[in-house]
Nanobody, 128 residues
Framework: AQKLVESGGGSVQAGGSLRLSCLVS????????MGWFRQAPGKKREGVSH????????RYADSVKGRFTIYRDNAKNTLYLQMNILSPDDTDMYYC?????????????????????WGQGTQDTVSS
């Protein structure tokens, strides 16, 4: 069965850093587009970042550009999100997701509808 498990969430002060990991099983990870999303209670899930199957293409939401870095290690079946210069606005539940799209997720890389498999989420809390 396909399984995505996030880890690395926690509490940090503003200006600090966190690194999220997503361990994937049951999928040939090098065939999948991967993304990170986040969601606050009562709000819509927001696409944070995307990475292509080979890792040579990335995309970021404007709100995290220059602060967050997505990368992957297909040999370790793991996706990462390095988050720097965190602010209280980054406090959310963070989810990793996998999507299969041989032609590429044109125009959809930060759209949750493009992804089929999801982790259970990890909570990040940034205090001021």
């Amino acid at each position: 069965a396909q399984k995505l498990v996030e880890s690395g969430g926690g509490s940090v002060q503003a200006g600090g850093s966190l690194r999220l990991s997503c361990l994937v099983s049951g999928l040939n990870l090098d065939e999948y587009e991967m993304g990170w999303f986040r969601q606050a209670p009562g709000k819509k899930r927001e696409g944070v970042s995307h990475i292509s199957p080979s890792g040579d293409g990335t995309r970021y939401a404007d709100s995290v550009k220059g602060r967050f870095t997505i990368y992957r290690d297909n040999a370790k079946n793991t996706l990462y999100l390095q988050m720097n210069i965190l602010s209280p606005d980054d406090t959310d539940m963070y989810y990793c997701a996998a999507g299969f799209s041989p032609g590429g997720m044109i125009g959809m890389v930060l759209n949750e509808e493009a992804y089929s498999y999801w982790g259970q989420g990890t909570q990040d809390t940034v205090s001021s």
